[in-house]
């Protein structure tokens, strides 16, 4: 049964990546006066949302392993690229503020790894910086990339275990053991 569950993950996390930052979008400008700057009243849906995307971008490279590493170890590289995530977690947490009036938050402060990429779709679209839209855009970038960086983290964790997994015979053995008890 567990075995199923794990295997079905791939297949719907972008999907569920995409809707999580859609709906944090919408409530983080909506609820906010400033992206990132929620009330404390949405700070739970917020974790809820980091924990989502974090588990759907350890989930999605998974194929990349299935079939290499006993399930059992599937299980615990899943684990692992979850928490590899932590320093992108307090880097999106951690932001600095933007004074009123000031110039427009940056996505790279919040995204390291992707958000040059979305700072420069930011800067060609023709937002005001304290526009609904800009908010929404800023909110849903800002999670989407936080996404995309797990999915890198743990694509690169998934290459390395099965590179090792190709080269320990120990890993075969153990496979073999789990599929006949």
């Known amino acids: 049964m567990s075995d199923t569950i794990v295997a079905s993950l791939p297949r ?17 400008g909506t609820v906010s006066g400033a992206p990132g700057a ?32 006993p399930v059992r170890r599937e299980r615990q590289a899943l684990l692992a690229a979850i928490a590899a995530t932590v320093p992108f977690v307090a880097a999106l947490v951690i932001n600095p503020d933007r004074w009123p009036g ?19 779709i930011m800067g060609v679209l023709p937002l005001a910086v304290d526009t609904l839209a800009y908010r929404l855009l800023f909110s849903g970038f800002a999670v989407f990339g936080f996404y995309l960086e797990c999915v890198l983290i743990a694509a690169i964790l998934y290459i390395v275990l099965r590179t090792v997994a190709a080269f320990d015979p120990g890993f075969r053995e153990e496979r073999h053991a789990e599929e006949e008890g």
């Open 38 to 69: 929620a009330p404390s009243s949405v700070l739970p849906v917020f974790v809820l949302v980091i924990v989502i995307l974090a588990v759907a971008g350890a989930a999605t490279p998974l194929p990349l392993i299935s079939g290499a590493v």
């Open 102 to 120: 000031g110039p427009a938050p940056l996505l790279a402060e919040s995204i390291p790894v992707f958000g040059w990429f979305f700072d420069g």
């Open 12 to 28: 719907f996390s972008p999907l569920i990546a995409a809707v999580t930052s859609a709906i944090w979008a919408g409530i983080a």
